[in-house]
């Protein structure tokens, strides 16, 4: 079955219609989003703001578009992330997007850092930062850390699968079966000769903040504190685990 993609968001790609939608300034196209209220048979969330007034009001975003839906029977899935295990202003937005999902009987989907050909997100802009300068500081806290990602196409197919009512797990934990250290990770996606230092923690969040404030990078430190997961053991151990090889 074929269905017509529309896209929530500041973006507008060229092969989707799309709402107007900015989380930062919770400006949400309510009046174009009322022409599609009966029509929608699919919601797919994958939205955050690592700043905490950008939470609030992108939860409050989320909870407008299932009143909207006015609890009709849909799909409602949420694209989480294993960062609901850390202290991250991003994993506290997540966990609590997952209860609207819950209560709402939708399914919450929570994977490692997502990758296809290429990685996004911060550790893009770490990846160019480092191609640069040929050189990158980072925390102790992530010389061993071991850290999961999730291929982009397993959370593609697994969306398919539930479309089609093959899984009745609503709660899912979908990462790869190899885990790396952060410096794997970098060396894997820049493929560059790179030096790595590591240093105290402090000291670094210190050095981060600073060069938050002066607009130096674009890597916010909630973004490496969102790293800063539970033991990897409990999540390989998880009832929510999905063993399933795509």
Do not use: M
């Not at 973006?11 to 009322?34: M, P, R, T, W």
């Not at 609590?96 to 999902?101: A, P, R, T, W």
């Amino acid at each position: 079955r074929k269905y017509k993609i529309v896209t929530l968001g500041r973006k507008k790609f060229s092969k989707f219609e799309n709402i107007f939608f900015d989380i930062d300034q919770s400006a949400l196209d309510k009046q174009k989003l009322k022409t599609y209220q009966n029509k929608i048979k699919i919601f797919i969330n994958y939205s955050f703001s690592r700043k905490s007034i950008g939470t609030k009001k992108n939860i409050k975003s989320v909870k407008e578009i299932f009143t909207f839906l006015k609890k009709r029977k849909i799909i409602s899935i949420n694209l989480s992330t294993l960062s609901i295990f850390s202290l991250s202003n991003y994993g506290e937005e997540k966990k609590k997007i997952e209860k609207i999902f819950i209560n709402n009987k939708g399914y919450n989907i929570r994977s490692g850092l997502i990758y296809d050909k290429k990685i996004g997100g911060f550790l893009k802009n770490l990846i160019q930062i480092s191609q640069k300068l040929r050189l990158i500081l980072l925390p102790n806290f992530l010389k061993k850390k071991k850290i999961f990602l999730t291929s982009s196409r397993k959370i593609i197919k697994l969306n398919h699968a539930i479309i089609k009512n093959k899984i009745h797990k609503k709660k899912i934990i979908l990462v790869d079966k190899k885990i790396f250290t952060l410096k794997e990770i970098i060396l894997k996606f820049s493929k560059s000769k790179i030096f790595f230092f590591f240093i105290n923690d402090f000291l670094f969040d210190l050095i981060l903040l600073i060069t938050e404030k002066l607009k130096l990078i674009k890597t916010s430190s909630d973004s490496l504190l969102s790293l800063k997961t539970i033991d990897n053991l409990k999540i390989t151990k998880s009832k929510y685990l999905l063993k399933i090889n795509f």
